[in-house]
């Protein structure tokens, strides 16, 4: 096949990212289900569930970016560990508010040190200041990334 039109994929930033974020949670999946029995999904959920308490699925899909359908078999399988605990809503009892168990919070905490150590290790290759411009530069970007897909999907799907 000859075309002209060829990506630079040394250059082109969604494949670069894509490319380390796959290797990162395969890496990472790897090791936390040898180590804890728990897959990268149920990490990302504690982690979102020690930095905000109470919050529905919906807002877990949001903030990681996650399709209901794993976060909900990731939640099921959280509650049935005795990780977290679901309660109904107050407000509206078709909501279901996700916290961390106290056993939820020691899980946390082990694999916390695991992904720490290994953010270390990875980030070791840059310099302090390469690591903060990159920290500032993925959170614009992803500050930006909805914004971004809405614009595409009027422009491309919704005419």
Not at 146 to 155: R, S
Request: hydrophobic residues 40%.
């Amino acid at each position: 096949m000859d075309t002209s039109l060829k990506l630079q994929l040394d250059r082109y930033i969604p494949a670069l990212i894509n490319f380390f974020s796959n290797k990162m949670s395969n890496g990472a999946s790897q090791l936390y289900a040898f180590l804890f029995d728990m897959g990268v999904t149920d990490w990302r959920i504690l982690s979102l569930l020690a930095v905000e308490e109470n919050i529905p699925a919906s807002r877990i899909c949001h903030v990681i970016g996650l399709d209901k359908s794993a976060v909900s078999r990731s939640l099921a399988k959280l509650q049935e560990r005795g990780y977290i605990k679901m309660t109904v809503d107050k407000k509206d009892s078709r909501l279901k508010k996700n916290t961390l168990t106290s056993a939820g919070l020691i899980m946390y905490e082990k694999m916390y040190q695991v992904a720490k150590e290994r953010e270390e290790k990875i980030l070791e290759v840059l310099s302090d200041e390469d690591q903060e411009h990159l920290i500032r530069i993925l959170n614009i970007l992803n500050c930006e990334i909805n914004d971004i897909n809405e614009f595409f999907i009027e422009k491309y799907i919704q005419k």
